[in-house]
């Protein structure tokens, strides 16, 4: 009897839990459907509203929105990309290469210190960095930035996940004649794919949703990504709910839909190596 | 191999940068009505001449920072900036615009028309109104008072002219109605100083005397933010945080009855789609106290940073934009001109009722301290106005040490 | 040997020095740059003075505390509450993520709409519920700005922990706890001695990482509220935002962004520390 109250009181919690976490989405979603006077009305409308799709044409009909998702769309796959091609060779030559004592510790180290720099210390001579190199405004700085921001992190957690494999399985493959080249190739990396995939949705969502080093670099729809393009609609008159709510549930519901999908290679892959340290 | 592999990004990715052509002119705007209008003119200007214009819209604070970043290191992003005016002084210096006068003097003019109203003209010159011309004004913003005239007029009152009928008018309309008397913004920063500073000129203070020194402990400015929070009293609780769209959403939602507010809220006062009050908002002069009531003028300069690389073309954009006629163009969707000749246009006194009132109260505008720390003192004075307004400090205290930083901030800059 | 290893690594570290490296150098010089433009250190003797930075100090380190507990004990209640139902786990799982995968601004700009006091849902559905909310102001009144504030990082964050808390609950072996609870132990000492100690490698990463991402706060905190009402809300990247990029001064915004940065790494060097003794 015990049992089934604490298992009802349970799932009671969990689907309140569930209701908090997802309500203010709803809410997004709501907002972007509705027309001005409805949003603001008193008391509030949860579910009888008539639905426009006026912000939605507004956000990418009139104004750059589709220029903003594509630009967001690049930058995120294409920083992902370059740090996993960069980051995964130099995670195993951290690991199953021989280095002295302990560097390999030391240089791990340095490079997940990176993580934590604040980059309010990095933006101002990054923008006069690209600007110099007249990639200022341009998607490329914003990549070229990204990556540097999820190479520590792809670093660090390849490493952890190649430490999973024993390291029998490649030594075998390169006893049968293969170069440590095919050993990463034939070896670690279809072991590793649940690692990987973890680490490239990370690296999507974070690059995705970045804000403040996008503020600083960017100068113009050229390069503006979709933060950058929510956040100006907070003028200084008026907040436009309508175009910035369509333009939030079009930047959430790719994240969304997709971390649905790989959902079960999110826990997987971070028990699998991360958590063991 | 990976070192390949990133040159080849890099050649794919250079290919699909860029798109604003050299040939072309990029125009940064503020996000919201008044960069709306400009926006459209940069439009039009292209159909007409066919020069590629290239808009870039930034929320205010962010338009702010880019483009005093791209005037500081002359990265010359922007051929075109528009600025609200406090900023101006900021940006005057140090060669960072272009000075029209030589411009004018190229096409054989003297400078700006008298066409445009003079308070505007002058917080385009570097020094304040003798200097020489750095911008051109586009949009003429200036306060206005909105007060409920349907429920002025049902309690026999007349429109408020002093600050004093304002808090009378307001706590009787107020507590008959079940509503709030009054709205202000006093968000942090540009929000609360902007709906104070009217009230402080009204009371007979201001931030700096007439020797330039900070004054804000005198006994009058003490008044003027006592009252304030006495309008306080009668403003919906968490005004504290409210800024411009809050302060409207409760005009048009009806649950106000009064408050400061800019040209940009008249339209959608009357907009059925977004307003329960259409028609029944009056608009009047900024009551008077101690003085006589002057609006804060907040007017939108158009300027040519000077590391820009198309200047003449833009020159012949923003002389375009703000000749008259493309002004009324302006003026019918909306933008609040900044020329008598418009102002006083009889069409569109048809289409704006409150055109004779803004033109009032733009002519009488005052504008804030013209100093390049305005945006540190606003910041300062910002935080206290709201701690007193939070009541987590007295008006006298708060007053105080606002002076003292504000004397901090001037000292360190010497 | 030596060469391969090196080649693999560097193009990624190079990428990182030329990341890291030089807009380090190049702030340190900055910040000995005064604002008259010569040599000097009052950028960093200023940093003994400023209360303003003082008070932003403390205004971040509550926030970090706050939002850090609360997101730890509910992520771990959640973690464990999710473990133990058997099914629906992965639907729970799915829906809890939701808030994390926001984009932080938009996150940001949903709770703005959310707490308004007039209009916000919030109030409103309070007020069908018969809650007085004249007197609720969110993130408009300084006493509960900061709390609200907290309040959305906490809904936006507690589902990492959670995540996190999860996989290392996963790796926990079950038998210890069946054979504990075989032998009469009840499910709270199961926790407290089984599998608390076994999750601790988790539970001081899942501190090292948001503690670290905590103390960077900007992107919420400056759609919320801009750092008011007064300073109520204003963390230490605000201040440091708004002094290089609104006032324009780069040399003291740098000076500050060091010592901030040395604090946090000493904070860093002694969490990850911990986190290495626990592993042994």
Not at chain 2, 137 to 153: A, E, H, I, M
Not at chain 3, 218 to 236: H, M
Request: hydrophobic content about 50%; aromatic content about 12%; charged content about 15%.
């Amino acid at each position: 009897m015990k049992r089934t109250v604490t298992k009802w009181g349970s799932y009671i919690i969990a689907g309140s839990g569930l209701l908090i976490s997802l309500a203010p989405l709803y809410w997004l979603l709501t907002i972007s459907l509705k027309t001005e006077i409805d949003q603001f009305a008193s008391p509030p409308l949860w579910f009888h509203f008539t639905p426009t799709f006026v912000h939605f044409q507004e956000a990418f009909g009139v104004n750059e929105f589709g220029k903003y998702l594509f630009n967001s769309c690049l930058v995120a796959t294409s920083s992902t990309l370059i740090a996993l091609v960069l980051g995964i060779p130099a995670a195993y030559s951290l690991t199953r290469l021989k280095w002295p004592k302990n560097q390999a510790e030391k240089i791990g180290f340095w490079i997940l210190s990176n993580r934590f720099l604040p980059p309010i210390i990095t933006i101002v001579p990054l923008f006069l960095m690209m600007r110099n190199l007249g990639l200022l405004d341009s998607p490329v700085a914003l990549i070229i930035v990204y990556v540097g921001f999820n190479l520590p992190f792809v670093i660090w957690m390849m490493q952890t996940f190649i430490r999973e494999i024993p390291p029998e399985l490649d030594e075998a493959a390169r006893v049968d004649g293969d170069s440590y080249f095919g050993a990463l190739i034939r070896i670690i990396l279809p072991l590793a794919s649940p690692g990987i995939a973890a680490t490239a949705i990370f690296c999507l969502i974070i690059a995705w949703n970045e804000f403040l080093l996008a503020l600083v670099l960017t100068q113009t729809e050229s390069s503006m990504t979709l933060p950058i393009g929510i956040a100006s609609q907070v003028t200084q008159y008026e907040i436009r709910w309508g175009i910035m709510s369509a333009a939030g549930v079009v930047a959430t519901v790719p994240v969304l839909i997709f971390s649905l999908f790989v959902q079960k290679y999110l826990v997987r892959g971070l028990s699998m190596g991360a958590v063991k340290g | 191999m990976s070192l390949g592999l990133i040159a080849l990004c890099f050649l794919t990715l250079e290919g699909c940068t860029k798109t604003s052509g050299e040939t072309g002119l990029t125009v940064a705007v503020n996000a919201g009505v008044e960069g709306q209008a400009l926006k459209e003119a940069a439009k039009d200007w292209e159909k007409k001449t066919g020069v590629k214009m290239h808009v870039v819209e930034l929320p205010y604070s962010n338009l702010f920072e880019k483009e005093l970043l791209d005037l500081k290191s002359k990265t010359g992003a922007y051929d075109v900036i528009m600025l609200d005016d406090p900023w101006f002084p900021q940006y005057a210096t140090g060669g960072q615009l272009n000075s029209l006068d030589n411009l004018y003097k190229g096409q054989g003019l003297e400078g700006p028309e008298s066409d445009f109203i003079k308070s505007t003209l002058d917080v385009c010159r570097q020094p304040w109104a003798t200097g020489s011309y750095y911008a051109l004004p586009y949009v003429g913003n200036s306060q206005l008072f909105f007060y409920r005239k349907d429920l002025f007029d049902k309690y026999s009152l007349k429109a408020p002219k002093t600050w004093t009928e304002v808090l009378q008018g307001a706590k009787k309309i107020g507590s008959a109605e079940k509503m709030y008397g009054y709205v202000m913004r006093a968000a942090a920063g540009n929000a609360v100083v902007a709906d104070f500073m009217p009230l402080l000129w009204a009371f007979g203070a201001d931030i700096f005397s007439p020797d330039k020194k900070p004054a804000l402990n005198s006994p009058e400015a003490v008044s003027a933010l006592k009252f304030m929070l006495a309008l306080g009293e009668v403003t919906p609780p968490g005004y504290t945080g409210y800024n411009a769209d809050e302060v409207s959403a409760h005009l048009l939602q009806s649950t106000a009855v009064m408050s400061i507010n800019w040209p940009a809220w008249i339209g959608p006062m009357d907009d059925v789609s977004k307003s329960k009050i259409v028609g029944k908002i009056g608009f009047t002069q900024i009551p008077s106290e101690k003085n006589k009531g002057q609006a804060e003028l907040g007017a939108w300069l158009v300027a040519i940073p000077s590391g820009s690389k198309n200047v003449a073309k833009a020159f012949e954009f923003i002389r375009w934009a703000t000749s008259p006629t493309q002004m009324k163009v302006a003026a019918f969707r909306g933008n609040p001109p900044t020329r008598t000749s418009v102002f006083d246009d009889r069409d569109l006194i048809q289409k704006f009722r409150a055109f004779p009132a803004q033109k009032e109260s733009l002519a009488s505008a005052r504008p804030r301290p013209r100093t390049p720390l305005w945006n540190e003192i606003e910041n300062v004075f910002g935080i206290y106005l709201s701690k007193a307004n939070s009541k987590t400090m007295d008006p006298e205290t708060a007053l105080n040490e606002a002076n003292k930083e504000i004397t901090a901030i001037i000292s360190r800059n010497l | 040997m030596a060469r391969r290893r090196v080649l693999w690594i560097f193009p990624a570290l190079l990428i990182l020095v030329g990341l890291s490296i030089y807009p380090l150098l190049y702030s340190l010089k900055v910040s000995f740059v005064t604002i008259q433009g010569d040599w000097g250190i009052s950028n960093y003797t200023r940093i003994l003075r400023d209360h303003l930075l003082h008070v932003s100090l403390i205004q971040t380190f509550i926030y970090v505390t706050g939002a850090l507990t609360i997101e730890l004990i509910l992520g771990l209640f959640l973690a464990l509450l999710v473990d133990s139902l058997g099914r629906g786990k992965y639907f729970f799982r799915g829906g809890f993520l939701a808030p994390m995968l926001l984009p932080p601004v938009v996150a940001a700009i949903v709770w703005r709409l959310i707490y308004n006091p007039q209009f916000g849902v919030l109030n409103s559905t309070l007020k069908l519920f018969g809650v007085a909310t004249e007197k609720l102001t969110w993130t408009s009144g300084e006493g509960s700005a900061m709390a609200s504030v907290i309040f959305v990082d906490i809904w936006e964050w507690t589902p990492f922990m959670f995540l996190l808390l999860s996989a290392g609950l996963q790796s926990i072996p079950v038998e210890p706890c069946e054979a504990a609870r075989m032998d009469g132990a009840s499910s709270f000492k199961v926790l407290k001695d089984i599998i608390l100690p076994l999750l601790k490698p988790t539970l001081f990463l899942a501190i090292l990482l948001r503690a670290m991402d905590l103390l960077r706060i900007f992107d919420q905190i400056w759609i919320l509220t801009q750092g008011g009402p007064g300073l109520a809300t204003e963390t230490v990247s605000l201040y440091i935002y708004r002094t290089a990029f609104r006032f324009f001064n780069f040399g003291y915004a740098a000076s500050m962004s060091f010592v901030c940065l040395i604090l946090v790494s000493l904070f860093a060097k002694s969490l990850f520390r911990m986190l290495k003794m626990s592993v042994v």
